[in-house]
């Protein structure tokens, strides 16, 4: 079920998926209205499970988090990431390696933390 105008829970302006969300939402000819700007990746976790709004989020961070996957945001294209330095030393060069590495690790499969429930 979509609601119309749709209540986002966001980031900041520039802030992630932002933009792209609201971007797919006009381009079905839906309204919508922010009902909470987050500044943190937490706060916006806590404000979706709390049922103020939808928003995009990276599938690895929701494990432990009670949210649905909304239909409208079902076919998010993939972002990109950049990592950048100005430092080309030794140290720099093998924390960009570490950090690559880390990034493929845990994008190239669904590597979310899940959910522990108590047995009934």
Same mark, same amino acid.
């Given at each position: 079920m $979509?609601?119309s105008? #749709? @209540?986002l829970?966001?980031? @900041?302006?520039?802030?992630?998926?932002?933009?792209?969300? +609201?971007?797919? #939402? /006009?381009?079905?000819?839906?309204? %919508?209205y922010?009902?909470?700007?987050?500044n943190?990746?937490?706060?916006?976790?806590r404000? $979706?499970e709390?049922?103020?709004?939808v928003?995009?989020l @990276?599938?690895?961070?929701?494990?432990?988090?009670? +949210?649905?996957?909304c239909e409208l945001? /079902?076919?998010?294209?993939?972002?990109?990431l950049? #990592?950048y330095? %100005? !430092?080309?030393?030794?140290?720099?060069?093998?924390?960009?390696?570490?950090?690559? !590495? #880390?990034?493929a690790?845990?994008?190239?499969?669904d590597?979310?933390?899940?959910r522990?429930?108590? /047995?009934?």
């Amino acid at each position: 079920m $979509v609601f119309s105008p #749709i @209540p986002l829970v966001t980031f @900041p302006p520039g802030g992630l998926y932002r933009d792209q969300m +609201i971007d797919k #939402i /006009e381009a079905a000819g839906l309204r %919508w209205y922010l009902a909470f700007t987050g500044n943190s990746l937490v706060s916006v976790l806590r404000a $979706v499970e709390a049922g103020l709004g939808v928003s995009i989020l @990276p599938s690895a961070t929701t494990g432990f988090y009670n +949210i649905r996957k909304c239909e409208l945001f /079902e076919a998010v294209p993939d972002m990109a990431l950049s #990592i950048y330095a %100005w !430092e080309q030393d030794a140290a720099t060069t093998d924390l960009l390696a570490a950090m690559s !590495e #880390i990034v493929a690790n845990n994008c190239a499969a669904d590597t979310r933390p899940q959910r522990q429930y108590p /047995e009934a």
